[in-house]
């Protein structure tokens, strides 16, 4: 395989602000999504998600101006999720310059939002996320979480990445709530398991904690890595997570040392 | 003519044509999102982005009057460059879900399913470029950025076609560079430094 595994930050932004510390020294301004995108993206991050967990309705918009002010500095692909919960949300993320949208707990309650989104924007910009945990009472064993974990759907959640995959996901991105903030490795034995059901690309989520931790991710079957706060605290940067899986055996992509402009 | 060569990004409903227009300005264009066809034809450059499905970026295409736009620039030598799915509708066919619809046909190749174990092929590759493309000079050694599940899998080579290709699960056509027509399969625009030097490769070819 010459694909690159795909390292990809994830910053949570609320009301157009990031949020959990991010910890590089000479940032102006750490709260800036825009300057964050544009240091991970120097540094060798292959995407960039953010995250929209504004509680507010009213401050919702900042969000639109974020992603366009990120479109015009950051030339990575950038995938938007959070509180989308129809096409028309869809759109307006796409068109601020997303290049992906990350549908979570309304496509949970309504999975034709992925069919309709796949169908009038195509499957490539279609990113399912799935936060699920371990339950025995599933006939997997894991469950899928609603409400960013706080509640479980009562849902099987390998039936429902595949089924997510059949309606048009162009891209599963699999949290694991158990594994999440722990900072003990990701949750191998559930990418396996969804790696066997779904032939659409795999990025593995919660419970990084340390560089070595990526490579055992892409060995379970995931195609891309994301992490969150190991990166922002400095804890390990997206270069040792890159040397890791080179060491592996996995292909990656180096940045070019020259920066155009 | 201007320092900046002149570049519409054509709007037809389909593509990132922010990303697309933000990295040409970055990237040393006078570029301008736009649907008007006499813009794109009289511009130095016009870039026809896409996503989503072949039909119907085909059939965008034609309602906006794109595809009289394409014809008439390559028949007049000015220079267009498709990306992603614009560059699948430069060639004869697309075969998606069973549906086979006619395209461009400025090139003659069928865009069809990929065979590989992982769908859509998503994300930085590295791709096969020939000495002599310009296209990738100064970047040959760089990867790029793909989102796409159908590709042009057969070409014929021709002495005057630079035919530059990857791989997924078998070899496709990554880029071509033909006379006025370049172009990428995958985005340029959202290929970081790498993309930028090969936009800055194509705005220095239609500024000659």
Same mark, same amino acid.
């Not at chain 1, 800036?32 to 309705?57: K, M, N, W």
């Not at chain 1, 309650?109 to 009472?137: N, T």
């Not at chain 1, 594994?179 to 990025?203: C, K, Y």
């Given at each position: ?11 949570d932004? #609320?009301?157009g ?12 301004? !750490? ?12 540094r ?6 953010f995250?929209?967990?504004t ?14 002010r @990120? ?9 938007v999720g ?11 993320l796409l ?23 796949a169908?009038r ?7 399912v ?8 009472a $599933? ?5 899928? @979480?609603?409400h960013?974990g ?18 048009g996901a162009g891209?599963?991105?699999l ?11 990701? #949750? ?6 969804a790696?066997e ?5 795999l ?7 340390a ?23 400095g804890?390990?940067?997206?270069d ?6 080179a060491?592996a055996g996995y292909?990656v ?9 | ?32 999102v ?11 450059g016009?870039?026809v982005?896409?996503?989503g ?5 085909? !059939? /965008? ?22 990306i ?5 509708? $430069? ?9 086979d619809?006619?395209g ?7 865009v ?22 310009q296209?990738?000079? /100064? ?13 042009v899998r ?24 033909d ?12 290929s ?17």
């Amino acid at each position: 395989m010459s694909l690159a595994v795909r390292v990809i930050p994830c910053l949570d932004v #609320d009301a157009g602000r990031v949020v959990k510390g991010i910890n590089f020294r000479d940032l102006r301004d !750490a709260g800036d999504p825009v300057e964050l995108a544009s240091r991970y993206s120097s540094r060798g991050a292959d995407e960039l998600i953010f995250l929209d967990i504004t509680a507010s309705s009213s401050q919702r918009d900042t969000m639109f101006e974020v992603v366009s002010r @990120t479109a015009a500095e950051v030339f990575i692909p950038l995938t938007v999720g959070g509180g989308v919960r129809s096409v028309a949300d869809f759109e307006l993320l796409l068109r601020a310059g997303a290049d992906k949208v990350g549908v979570n707990t309304a496509a949970v309650g309504r999975p034709e939002l992925i069919a309709e989104a796949a169908q009038r924007f195509g499957s490539q910009c279609v990113v399912v996320s799935v936060d699920a945990r371990r339950a025995p009472a $599933m006939s997997s064993g894991f469950e899928v @979480t609603t409400h960013g974990g706080r509640r479980g759907a009562g849902m099987d959640a390998l039936t429902w990445l595949a089924h997510a995959a059949e309606l048009g996901a162009g891209e599963i991105l699999l949290n694991s709530m158990d594994a999440d903030g722990t900072e003990n490795g990701f #949750d191998a034995e559930m990418i396996t398991a969804a790696r066997e059901l779904v032939s659409v690309p795999l990025i593995a989520s919660g419970g990084a904690g340390a560089a070595a931790d990526f490579p055992l991710a892409v060995a379970a079957g995931a195609d891309a890595v994301l992490a969150a706060s190991v990166f922002h605290f400095g804890q390990v940067s997206i270069d040792e997570v890159k040397q890791e899986l080179a060491e592996a055996g996995y292909p990656v992509r180096r940045v070019p040392s020259t920066h155009g402009h | 003519m201007a320092a900046k060569p002149s570049v519409v990004v054509f709007d037809y409903g389909f593509g990132n044509v922010r990303s697309c227009e933000n990295s040409l300005i970055r990237a040393g264009a006078d570029a301008t999102v736009s649907s008007d066809v006499d813009l794109a034809g009289s511009a130095d450059g016009l870039v026809v982005p896409g996503v989503g499905a072949f039909a119907a970026c085909m !059939a /965008g295409l034609r309602r906006a009057g794109g595809d009289e736009v394409v014809a008439n620039r390559i028949s007049a030598g000015q220079p267009v460059l498709g990306i992603c799915v614009g560059m699948q509708i $430069m060639f004869a066919n697309g075969v998606e879900h069973g549906v086979d619809t006619a395209g461009l046909a400025l090139w003659s190749g069928t865009v069809e399913r990929l065979a590989a174990p992982v769908l859509p092929h998503m994300g930085w590759n590295t791709v096969v470029a020939p000495r002599s493309s310009q296209l990738f000079a /100064g970047a040959t050694e760089q990867r790029f950025y793909f989102v796409h599940s159908y590709a042009v899998r057969s070409w014929s080579e021709s002495s005057t076609t630079r035919i530059t290709t990857a791989e997924h699960g078998e070899t496709f056509v990554a880029a071509v560079e033909d006379g006025p027509l370049w172009a990428t399969q995958f985005h340029p625009e959202k290929s970081g430094v790498a993309g930028a030097q090969l936009l800055g490769n194509w705005l220095a070819e239609i500024s000659k």
